[in-house]
């Protein structure tokens, strides 16, 4: 079976540090992979999705970006961090074939920018 | 801009009471996708509806989709604490793949 695994689950950072958040799959291969940002009442908000290795597209123009070093690894970092960054970031992955059908979420990771 | 609104944005209801929530669009969708969202956790996907006019059912769970594919519905039966979450539509963005999300409805039943 297939699991998504996403950390940390917590994380509280200054305001100018460094981010960088890890999600990997397992039991699949070549998946399509998605970052998004919830951020209360405004609902799920795409961030980056990778069809494939090296292939990321961006949603949302800002200081974040996002990386794929290999098939079932992606990683959400940004240099510096603002405020507006906080949010509940989710990482999630769909079967290769089925773009944007049957997402499947891992637990989040709820950051903190102070 | 295809926009998702969901109604409504709150509902606090007793164990056993049934209730309504809905996803409605200005735009045609190919399909919609429900999930629910437990808190501190990920959306997990209960059902999608491709055909307008749709049902399904799981278990106390009915999905409708709208005849002209802009709008659906989730009717719960005898809601019990367990149905607590908030949920979620989304559907694909017209002439992309990308999926729009509502904003969701926050559902509590009380026991």
């Known amino acids: 079976s297939q699991t998504i695994h996403q950390w940390p689950a917590t994380l509280v950072q200054p305001v100018g540090s460094p981010l960088s958040l890890e999600c990997t799959v397992e039991g699949t291969s070549n998946p399509n992979l998605y970052w998004y940002r919830q951020a209360a009442g405004r609902g799920l908000q795409l961030l980056f999705y990778s069809v494939g290795i090296g292939q990321i597209s961006s949603e949302v123009p800002q200081n974040l970006s996002a990386s794929r070093p290999q098939d079932r690894q992606f990683i959400l970092s940004s240099k510096k961090l603002l405020l507006s960054d906080s949010g509940f970031y989710l990482c999630?992955?769909?079967?290769?074939?089925?773009?944007?059908?049957?997402?499947?979420f891992g637990s989040g990771t709820q950051l903190s920018v102070l | 801009t295809q926009l998702l609104e969901q109604s409504p944005q709150f509902l606090s209801i007793q164990e056993g009471e049934n209730l309504t929530v809905y996803c409605n669009s200005s735009?045609?969708?190919?399909?919609l996708q429900w999930y629910r969202q437990e808190p501190g956790e990920g959306p997990v996907l209960l059902v999608t509806?491709?055909?307008?006019?749709e049902v399904k059912k799981l278990k106390r769970l009915t999905f409708q989709f709208g005849d002209a594919r802009k709008d659906s519905s989730l009717h719960i039966t005898a809601a019990q604490p367990g149905d607590t979450g908030l949920y979620l539509c989304?559907?694909?963005?017209?002439?992309?793949?990308?999926?729009?999300f509502g904003k969701g409805t926050k559902l509590t039943v009380n026991p």
């Open positions: 989304a559907g694909p963005r017209g002439g992309s793949e990308k999926l729009v």
């Open positions: 509806v491709v055909t307008g006019g």
């Open positions: 735009s045609v969708f190919s399909s």
């Open positions: 999630a992955w769909s079967p290769p074939g089925m773009f944007s059908e049957k997402l499947f």
